[in-house]
Nanobody, 114 residues
């Protein structure tokens, strides 16, 4: 089993920044395959950013240029640096790990005020 724990969410004003962290434990092998999803009220859960099999980042068009995903494999931790936040970024952010099955963190709330 893999356990994921997010942290770093909170309330921020429009234009501000937050950094989310996700620490993995259990039968964790590599940060490759980890990513961030988010779900806003009344909206479908959507992929925000992910680390591919080859360790390169992919981003949703809505966050491209503003968000940066990175990781420290030795620390079993992945990060999401979020800059230039807008109210449209308000959502519960979930850490995800896929290795034949999906593993999810508990989610962390990000609220951006206008």
């Amino acid at each position: 089993q893999v356990q994921l724990m997010e942290s770093g969410g909170g309330l921020v004003q429009a234009g501000g920044s937050l950094r989310l962290s996700c620490a993995a434990s259990g039968s964790f092998f590599s940060i490759n395959g980890m990513g961030w999803y988010r779900q806003a009220p009344g909206k479908q859960r959507e992929l925000v950013a992910r680390i591919t099999t080859f360790g390169s980042p992919n981003y949703a068009d809505s966050v491209l240029g503003r968000f940066t995903i990175s990781g420290d494999n030795a620390k079993h931790t992945v990060y999401l640096q979020m800059n230039s936040l807008s109210p449209e970024d308000t959502a519960v952010y979930y850490c995800n790990y896929y290795r034949g099955a999906h593993y999810w963190g508990q989610g962390t709330q990000v609220t951006v005020s206008s």
